[in-house]
């Protein structure tokens, strides 16, 4: 806002949100008014709760408690996972689906379970701004097609983006792509779901979620098609053409569906598409295989977000998992104690560093996701909220570090995080689901992960496209752009927050300061 104060004026930022302005001048200066600048009213996030949990190699379902309740309606879940190929030849151990079993607690589920995994999950509430609503559905074996019935109707399907999640007890790897849906919206009240195969003799579950964004934010979707090419190509690229974004699409993220024709046979490096927003304009997409064999296209379905508020910060980039990088690390042994440590070659770990264990003996429980908690050595670490598991101590197996990416500092409990896809560049066979399966997170402020299995094939490289959104902190409800106040009157100004701000603040007790600023008319 344009500022010509005659004196510094300060908010005190309460959790109630309200407090009493008083504009400090003298009634002797007439003429003198509180002129506030029109300002957009962000979608005002409240807070993120995120974790992993891990399966071992028999576990179908997981439940967290969450450390805060939060209000369905206006909560997302998100998934992201990493594969472990002990048992590569099931498509069942890598696909899951979240559900809130009460405001409390979440459960994330797979169709069969005979190999471990890691799962990443966020849940992502808002203040306001949003409606959700979400339910559970299923396609049958030999199913393309599937309309859900809206519980509400959405007030406008141009706000709106679904998110979908799958499972099922697929006990094969020639399926994947019966897996992967096509969402979209018919009308105000079906969401549709389409897949262009499915000859497979297993039913698919759904959980579906809808977000319909009532402001500040404008959503656009629509489809492309990767085509079977006249010569083989890794790589391939087709791009997409929206109307014009915001800040040439700095503040956009992706929501990126894709479906393979009956060709593609569950061949992973032929199916798997990322997606990412090349510029104001225009949306790229690119799988890392695309033969000539007939039947292989990929069609993408895709939502894209442009938060229009002015104040939320979007950071997207692309990792490169190689046969080389990260380079996995041989473990010796683990010991049955609380914490649990590890002793391997020369690992190179930090305190607080993600990683992944595979293919470790006896001590079964170790193959998971984990945080390093102590390094005392350079060959040994310890691994943060682990404990005696009675297996006796292990040997074997690899540690792989998490690929890391630098983004500008953002608060994790304001950051959401869209994995969107990876895209392998070799590999003809189909079984690398898991190969391709890569957790996603913001590890602290200033570090996104991408983490891939121990177990992961380093002969198929993956590249991962990541999108980190940061929601602003505060929404000024009132004045909120267009208001005259008067010298001498005494107004209300409100305001909705993160419960970031509710802590951490400079002020008395924590509380965060603000700065009222004049204009003169």
Not at 150 to 158: M, N
Not at 192 to 205: I, M, N, Q, V, Y
Not at 266 to 281: E, P, Q, S, W
Not at 464 to 476: A, G, N
Request: proline share 4%; aromatic share 6%.
């Amino acid at each position: 806002m344009t500022s010509q104060p005659s004196s510094e004026h300060r908010v005190f930022a309460s959790a109630t949100g309200l407090m009493r302005a008083v504009t400090g001048l003298s009634t002797a200066v007439l003429g003198l008014s509180l002129v506030w600048c029109a300002t957009a009213e962000a979608v005002q996030i409240k807070r993120v709760q995120s974790g992993v949990v891990n399966f071992d190699q028999d576990d179908v379902v997981q439940s967290k408690v969450l450390t805060y309740p939060v209000n369905q309606a206006k909560s997302i879940l998100l998934l992201s996972v990493v594969g472990d190929s002990t048992s590569a030849t099931r498509d069942q151990n890598w696909f899951f689906t979240g559900q809130f079993e009460d405001n409390s607690t979440i459960a994330v589920d797979r169709g069969g379970g005979t190999s471990p995994a890691s799962v990443a999950w966020q849940v992502i509430e808002f203040e306001d701004g949003v409606n959700v609503q979400r339910g559970i559905s299923s396609m049958q074996a030999g199913t393309l097609t599937k309309n859900i019935t809206l519980p509400t109707a959405v007030v406008d399907t141009t706000k709106a983006v679904p998110i979908v999640q799958t499972r099922g007890a697929f006990t094969t790897t020639s399926q994947t792509h019966e897996l992967f849906l096509l969402p979209s919206f018919t009308d105000s009240t079906t969401l549709k779901l389409d897949r262009l195969d499915s000859t497979g003799t297993k039913a698919t579950s759904v959980v579906w979620q809808v977000i319909e964004f009532l402001t500040d934010a404008t959503i656009q979707t629509g489809t492309a098609t990767l085509p079977v090419p006249g010569v083989a190509a890794t790589n391939q690229s087709v791009t997409a053409t929206v109307s014009s974004l915001s800040s040439t699409g700095a503040n956009a993220l992706l929501f990126t569906y894709f479906v393979g024709d009956t060709g593609v046979n569950g061949i992973d490096a032929t199916l798997y598409t990322r997606g990412t927003v090349t510029d104001g304009t225009t949306l790229t997409f690119t799988r890392g295989n695309a033969p000539t064999t007939t039947l292989t296209a990929v069609t993408v379905r895709y939502y894209v977000v442009d938060l229009t508020d002015g104040t939320s910060l979007t950071q997207k980039g692309t990792q490169s998992w190689t046969t080389t990088t990260p380079a996995r690390v041989a473990i010796t042994s683990s010991t049955d104690a609380t914490p649990i440590v590890v002793t391997s070659a020369a690992h190179g770990l930090a305190v607080g560093d993600r990683i992944d264990i595979a293919g470790h003996s006896t001590a079964t429980p170790v193959n998971a996701s984990w945080i390093v908690g102590t390094v005392p050595t350079s060959t040994t670490f310890s691994l943060s909220g682990s404990t005696a598991h009675g297996l006796g101590a292990g040997s074997g197996g690899n540690l792989v570090p998490a690929l890391k990416a630098t983004v500008t500092s953002v608060d994790p409990t304001r950051a959401v995080v869209l994995r969107t896809s990876s895209s392998a560049t070799t590999g003809t066979t189909n079984s690398y689901a898991d190969d391709l399966s890569l957790m996603g997170e913001v590890l602290n402020a200033t570090t996104f992960n991408s983490l891939r299995a121990a177990s992961a094939t380093t002969t198929i490289p993956a590249d991962v496209q990541y999108f980190v959104t940061e929601f602003p902190p505060l929404t000024l409800t009132s004045p909120n752009g267009g208001e005259l106040w008067k010298v001498g009157e005494v107004r209300n100004i409100t305001w909705k927050h993160a419960q970031s701000l509710t802590t951490g603040g400079t002020g008395v007790g924590g509380k965060h300061l603000g700065k009222l600023e004049l204009s003169r008319t």
